[in-house]
């Protein structure tokens, strides 16, 4: 199975509720997910990652960057490939301000992932931690789990979930 992830708040921890990791240094990984990868990868799953990076068209940080946090986040999990979109419909940054078939909920990044993986959408599944990504498999026809389920933790409050 074609196994993706979602990045901040499904494989990594918000640094402040809301707020995704932008440097390095601000990305900690949730303690149980390298264990976790690695016994996904041993039982013959492939493993990729697809994130929003908006961050990129408010100049937060630049599409290298973003590259380049995303390319880290995949090595520590053994991840075959990953996907990044860092347009927004309200940014800042001209080039990226606006919307794209890559940018979740639109399905872009996962029918890239399962075309370049040679996966079919019955065997790939998308775990991911907000509504949008929910949305995003069904526009992509694949299922999908909940991070908190998927990875055993306590379930966001509905309080924390509005905050994101
Ligand atoms: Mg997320």
């Not at 929910?134 to 924390?160: D, N």
Request: glycine share 8%; charged share 25%; aromatic share 10%.
């Amino acid at each position: 199975m074609l196994i993706i992830f979602d990045k901040d708040g499904t494989l990594v921890q918000n640094p402040a509720p809301g707020r995704p990791a932008n440097t390095l240094t601000e990305q900690v990984l949730y303690p149980d997910v390298v264990e976790r990868c690695a016994q996904l990868r041993a039982e013959g799953h492939t493993l990729a990652i697809a994130t929003n990076q908006g961050g990129v068209a408010f100049g937060h940080f630049d599409h290298h960057a973003a590259t380049l946090l995303v390319k880290t986040l995949a090595d520590a999990i053994g991840a075959d490939l990953y996907a990044l979109c860092v347009t927004h419909p309200r940014g800042t940054v001209k080039r990226a301000k606006r919307d794209s078939r890559f940018r979740k909920p639109n399905p872009g990044m996962i029918q890239y992932l399962m075309d370049a993986l040679g996966f079919p959408p019955d065997d790939t599944l998308y775990v991911g931690d907000m509504e949008s990504d929910r949305q995003t498999a069904e526009a992509a026809g694949v299922r999908f789990a909940w991070a908190w389920e998927f990875f055993g933790r306590p379930a966001y409050s509905t309080e924390e979930q509005q905050r994101r």
